[in-house]
């Protein structure tokens, strides 16, 4: 801190600025961190810092000075803060008449009132003053007092000798931002200040036999808001810099040039070659060249782009050995929520740095548009990280902090739309991690279809607050029905931003990499190297959203796996009259201005089946439903209204046109899987009659038929094949109990299967794993593997081995 002889020259003019070449008391800061794993506050951070001011009556022009110097080297860190410290001078200190020192100080220009009101600090002590100008609030006398005390002759102060010390000197100040807020006093000062010199114990004086310091001690509880906190922007940046740091080297050394420009998004190098580096105070050119960057790859990972986006390059380098659903898959996710969220925060006016961010006005950084651009781009890495942690365990750590930042970036979404009421619901329910009950969810589904109608907002957060709701613990079957049936609705009225496949010039796709990055993603997601697959993000909302319902074990109670199936049965019968009517449907859809009904028959088929995958208890999907059907009589020939949901998975097993093949083949995948998985649990007997009644066997002829046009270096032609042999496998499984009715029907299954035709597909195999052209060499080599291992495929290649067609 400054000292004496550095204020007084510069009360003097000899000096421009205080400096503290002449000071011997200091200051000290620290910043603390929760770091108890999995906790809603895992990560974030604060300041405590402490000081000692200038003693005496006459030294409060030195401690003005004093607390000036410490707001300009700590003030305002953009974090929450706490200041605890001997001031050495009260409140209401006053010397309006200039009676105690050389200059007059009119009360509001004292030490602490000055710090308080330069640092927007507030004080634990303020409930015992008067909120504006805190004199003490004499009609309750409730003002502590941490300093009784009365120096003798032995005194190192001799001018403070016999002088009555009875004052509250010792100070917490704070601004707890939305992480902790004022709490209440932990240990009870035992005086309270009188001004009659009667009232007080003078055998309390310290230090005494119970106190030996002159001071008492100021214990304070602050209130800690684990419910709703907000990640300030310098904790954001600082959360994930330590993410980038564990990741970095897992990324090749051929791509030093990618890790580069993520350490210049990330600070930790100059943004540009001109500019500030990490260590000083980056100029606004820097900070708006940053956002703008920051834009653009916002709208990147929006519409599901992978040639420009840099975290999605650096996030498929990394995980091109290990596979999708990694530990360093998340850890690439979650690096993007970070760093996304960051910058929404800035761009609202947040700091960027810890006391360097440049001192803007709010909501002067960036337009609105841009704003909700970065916000949506977070969130949608939120929801990329739930959905790699759901699928591996170890990929553990930030799930509740998720919840978190889905909160804030809902907030910043919705902040200037006026839709507080609806903004605030959807808000909540990420703040509840989903705790949302009774009369909250009945007002929260609502909320999220006039979301979802509203065109000026964006969907995905309502559908991502449908995904967060505990289904399972806090709704009722009826709810649920409800829930199913805003989002079926939403899709056919076309408020869904749907999936869509885009031309790609296949110049720009290199040759195919050992690992990842952009030339394979680009092949991971296209076919023959001509298109990619852009897929929204709100289907990717409507997609959890589902899953969270089919979860609950009350998708069927309602009524809600009734109005999955009835949807998608109603959208094959489109699919089937545009094929027999040539594009009719489409036509009719052009002229009212409605999105493709192709469009829309795949959307819905792909969010029914991400539902049945999904559905608990899964013994739902054998159950016939006996439903009185209502329709008018001209579309009762059309739809059954009594019919097993297996029957509707394998009747979903068909080409839509005009849809890219490969996009349906990851359909077909999970159709395949769902029928394996329910065979498992459920035995043949119970699931070879509907797929029989479905006409199964010639739809999977057909599925292999029709992948089978695909590269032989593309995963997704194998996976479909492996799992159709797996179910194969799982539908000769001999019965438990003797039944001669699904023995004949296994053998007549049999029978088809051993033919010529359908053997050599269910018999090829992949070539060389180098030849891999679409997906990494991981999933390659994972898939190829379990082909080898299923014991059917051998058994039957074994048998055919010797004869001539074999």
């Avoid at 159709?724 to 029978?751: H, I, M, N, V």
């Avoid at 990494?776 to 291992?789: G, H, P």
């Amino acid at each position: 801190l400054p000292g004496p002889e550095d204020i007084d020259s510069f009360i003097e003019g000899t000096v421009d600025q205080v400096t503290n070449q002449n000071g011997d008391q200091g200051a000290l800061r620290v910043r603390l961190e929760f770091t108890a794993p999995g906790d809603r506050l895992e990560g974030q951070q604060f300041f405590v810092c402490t000081t000692h001011l200038s003693s005496g009556t006459d030294a409060e022009v030195y401690r003005i000075q004093e607390l000036l110097h410490l707001g300009a080297a700590w003030g305002k860190s953009g974090i929450p803060e706490i200041w605890a410290m001997d001031a050495n001078t009260e409140l209401d200190f006053e010397d309006a008449e200039g009676h105690k020192g050389a200059m007059r100080i009119p009360m509001e220009a004292n030490a602490l009132q000055s710090f308080m009101q330069d640092e927007e600090l507030d004080s634990v002590w303020r409930t015992s003053f008067d909120a504006e100008t805190f004199v003490e609030a004499a009609a309750c006398a409730t003002a502590p007092v941490s300093v009784w005390k009365m120096r003798g002759s032995a005194s190192a102060q001799p001018k403070k000798v016999g002088e009555d010390m009875y004052q509250l000197i010792d100070h917490i100040f704070f601004r707890g931002h939305s992480l902790f807020s004022e709490g209440q006093h932990a240990l009870r000062l035992r005086e309270k200040h009188s001004p009659d010199v009667a009232d007080r114990d003078w055998l309390a004086l310290m230090p005494n036999e119970l106190l030996p310091s002159d001071h008492l001690p100021v214990v304070w509880d602050f209130r800690l808001n684990s419910c709703s906190p907000r990640r300030e922007g310098p904790v954001l940046l600082n959360n994930a810099q330590r993410i980038w740091r564990s990741l970095a080297p897992t990324l090749p050394e051929s791509e030093a040039e990618l890790a580069e420009e993520m350490e210049r998004l990330l600070w930790l190098r100059p943004p540009s070659a001109g500019s500030s580096d990490g260590h000083t105070i980056p100029s606004e050119d820097d900070v708006e060249g940053w956002l703008d960057r920051l834009v653009l790859e916002g709208d990147e990972v929006i519409s599901s782009g992978v040639t420009q986006s840099l975290l999605e390059q650096v996030r498929w380098h990394i995980i091109g050995q290990t596979g999708r659903f990694s530990e360093e898959d998340f850890k690439c996710c979650i690096l993007g929520s970070f760093l996304l969220s960051l910058a929404a925060s800035v761009a609202r006016g947040a700091s960027l740095l810890v006391c360097n961010g440049p001192k803007r006005p709010k909501d002067t950084l960036l337009p609105y548009s841009c704003v909700q651009k970065l916000a949506l781009a977070a969130l949608r890495y939120v929801h990329r990280s739930r959905a790699v942690s759901s699928q591996n365990c170890k990929a553990k750590g930030y799930e509740r902090q998720l919840w978190g930042l889905a909160a804030q970036m809902t907030e910043i979404m919705v902040e200037s739309r006026g839709e507080t009421d609806v903004g605030q619901r959807l808000v909540a329910a990420f703040d509840s991690e989903g705790a949302v009950t009774g009369n909250e969810l009945d007002e929260l589904i609502p909320a999220i279809n006039q979301t979802l109608a509203n065109p000026s907002l964006p969907n995905a957060p309502a559908l991502l607050a449908l995904h967060a709701v505990k289904w399972k613990e806090n709704a009722t079957g009826t709810q649920v029905a409800a829930a199913v049936k805003l989002v079926i609705r939403a899709i056919e009225a076309g408020y869904v931003e749907l999936s869509k496949a885009a031309n790609v010039d296949p110049a720009s796709i290199d040759n195919p990499c050992a690992g990842s990055g952009k030339s394979a993603v680009l092949r991971l997601r296209s076919d023959s190297g001509l298109v990619i697959h852009h897929k929204s993000f709100d289907e990717a909302g409507v997609n959890a959203a589902l899953r969270s319902l089919a979860a609950s074990g009350n998708l069927d109670a309602g009524g809600g796996l009734s109005l999955l199936l009835e949807s998608l049965q109603g959208h094959l019968i489109i699919v089937e009259q545009s094929r027999q009517s040539h594009g009719l449907p489409e036509r009719h859809a052009r002229a009212i201005n409605r999105p493709p009904p192709l469009m829309v028959a795949a959307c819905v088929r792909r969010a029914v089946i991400n539902a049945c995958e999904s559905l608990w208890p899964i013994d739902a999907l054998l159950v016939a439903k006996q439903k009185l059907d209502m329709r008018p009589s001209r579309r009762q020939t059309t739809v059954r209204p009594n019919r097993s949901p297996i029957f509707d998975l394998v009747q979903a097993l068909c080409i839509i046109p005009d849809v890219d093949l490969r996009q349906q083949t990851e359909t077909f995948c999970r159709i395949l899987s769902i029928l394996s998985k329910t065979c498992d649990m459920m035995g043949p007997a119970n699931v070879l009659p509907p797929v029989v009644h479905a006409d199964g066997i010639t739809r999977f002829k057909f599925l292999l038929t029709a992948t089978s046009t695909l590269q032989r270096g593309d995963v997704q032609r194998w996976k479909i094949l492996e799992l159709l042999t797996r179910l194969l496998e799982g539908l000769f499984r001999p019965a438990l109990t003797e039944d001669a009715f699904t023995s004949s029907l296994q053998a007549k299954l049999q029978e088809i299967v051993e033919e010529e035709e359908f053997r050599t597909f269910l018999l090829q195999r992949p070539e060389a794993e180098q030849n891999v052209t679409c997906g990494s060499v991981f999933d390659f080599k994972e898939v190829t593997k379990r082909l080898d291992q299923n014991q059917f495929a051998r058994d039957l290649a074994s048998k055919y081995s010797g004869s001539q067609d074999g």
